[in-house]
């Protein structure tokens, strides 16, 4: 089925770094949105994006909404251990609701 | 507790077995969707309800899937002669609106499906 692509794949790094991942298609999106998933659970979203070019913050997450509308990034910056887990990302058309989600980036935090 | 639920949350399944998985929305929400996670990659969506009504179910993989909200709540999806390439987390998700832009979807926990 169709993904989009995210990278990096997987990301070991020390408590109080920050972050960054990206995500990136080959089709427009209306919306894109940022989901974290712990083992065993189910995706959580974290942050929304809905108009080209916007960029928005929730605590030490960041995230912006590509021009193009073909990409998103995410940013987390001072990372705690609590931050380990899967991170997609996730585009929706205007018309639907289905989501289209990436790969994943797997986060370690090292304390 | 006011999230989705689902049921069974473990699944272990002969090939060639029927099985049914459930999905508790959150009360009083208007659209339910079902994805399949297969081991290391995200979701993909399977099908979406508006109430009772499947409006998208282009995402089944085969006629094997087959899934129903007939009192527009619970929702159940089936999948007959289960094959091995069916094992998978499938995750149920419930938006409160029928107008699903700009919604969130608040996931359940999943049902993990292993096909023997």
């Known amino acids: 089925g169709q993904q989009l692509n995210q990278s990096p794949q997987s990301m070991f790094i020390q408590e109080g770094e920050d972050v960054s991942m990206n995500c990136t298609s080959s089709s427009i999106f209306n919306t894109w949105l940022w989901y974290k998933q712990d083992p065993g659970e189910g995706p959580v979203l974290l942050i929304a994006l809905y108009k080209a070019g916007e960029l928005t913050s929730n605590g030490r997450l960041t995230a912006q909404f590509g021009i193009t509308r073909k990409d998103s990034f995410l940013n987390i910056s001072a990372s705690i251990p609590s931050d380990v887990g899967i991170y997609f990302c996730a585009g929706q058309w205007s018309n639907t609701g289905k989501l289209i989600f990436g790969q994943g980036t797997t986060l370690q935090v090292k304390p | 507790g006011a999230g989705v639920s689902q049921s069974p949350r473990y699944k272990v399944a002969k090939r060639g077995q029927d099985v049914a998985l459930r999905c508790d929305p959150i009360?009083?929400?208007?659209?339910l969707f079902w994805y399949q996670q297969a081991l290391g990659q995200g979701p993909e969506f399977l099908t979406y309800f508006q109430n009772e009504a499947q409006l998208d179910k282009s995402g089944l993989p085969s006629d094997r899937f087959f899934a129903e909200r007939p009192e527009g709540s619970v929702s159940t999806l089936k999948i007959q002669r289960t094959q091995q390439e069916d094992s998978a987390v499938y995750l149920c998700?419930?938006?409160?609106?029928?107008?699903?832009?700009?919604?969130?979807?608040?996931f359940g926990p999943g049902t993990r499906l292993l096909v023997l």
């Open positions: 998700a419930s938006s409160p609106q029928g107008s699903t832009i700009q919604e969130t979807q608040y």
């Open positions: 009360s009083g929400h208007v659209s």
